[in-house]
């Protein structure tokens, strides 16, 4: 298959903050210099105040988000709309929880996360489940835009939050996964939109 059926992701070397005004056009292009669609990857603190959030029910609500450490996912997608968008990222959030469920089983381990739309729990009771997540899809003149956190260290966040420093996970046990599994899943979306006899 071509190069049209991949999807690119590239990992920073250095942390930065993710303060929200990283989610614009062309920010994987002028800052990771990753062309066309792609997911960008970096770690670093959450520092996203009422104003930067894209979710109105968020901004009028007056909401925050905040973590001292994060794995920052930030995908662009050219030539998708935002319906095509938000079920990208439902299958992402799919994707990154059947990763981390496997990491757990991988070490006989009894924790399982659970999935509510975009969000990632711990704890199936709600009066005790804490949040591992963060993300929000939106479109541009250009593209879509994804953002998608997930919690290392969540200390500072203003709902119940867990990190997976506290799960005992690694940063890069989960990219690396995670990158592995999304890569494959993407090409075989895109192969099975081509592979088909048309129906006239």
Same mark, same amino acid.
């Given at each position: ?6 999807? %690119?992701?590239?990992?920073? !070397? ?8 990283? =989610?614009?056009? #062309?920010? =994987?292009?002028?800052?990771?210099? =990753? ?16 104003? #930067? ?8 609500? #007056? ?32 994707? =990154?929880?059947?990763?981390?469920? !496997? ?7 009894? !924790? ?24 929000? @899809?939106?479109? %541009?003149?250009?593209? @879509?835009?994804? #953002? ?10 203003? @709902? ?33 939109? %081509? ?6």
């Amino acid at each position: 298959m071509g190069e049209l059926s991949t999807i %690119t992701f590239q990992v920073a !070397e250095k942390d930065r903050v993710y303060t929200g005004v990283e =989610l614009r056009p #062309h920010f =994987l292009l002028s800052e990771m210099g =990753l062309r066309g669609s792609g997911i960008g990857v970096f770690v670093g603190p959450c520092q996203v105040k009422t104003e #930067h959030l894209v979710d109105w029910e968020d901004r009028l609500a #007056h909401d925050r988000i905040e973590a001292r450490q994060m794995i920052h996912f930030i995908g662009e997608f050219f030539g998708m709309s935002l319906n095509e968008g938000v079920l990208t990222q439902r299958f992402f959030m799919a994707s =990154l929880m059947d990763v981390m469920n !496997e990491l757990f089983e991988s070490q006989s381990r009894p !924790e399982r996360l659970n999935r509510t739309g975009d969000d990632l729990w711990f704890g199936r009771d709600e009066s005790t489940r804490r949040k591992l997540s963060v993300s929000i @899809v939106t479109a %541009t003149p250009v593209s @879509v835009l994804m #953002h998608v956190g997930i919690n290392i260290d969540p200390a500072g966040a203003p @709902v119940p939050a867990i990190g997976i420093a506290e799960l005992g996970l690694k940063p890069e046990q989960v990219i690396s996964r995670l990158k592995e599994r999304f890569s494959k899943e993407w090409t075989d979306m895109k192969w099975a939109c %081509t592979k088909v006899r048309p129906m006239v």
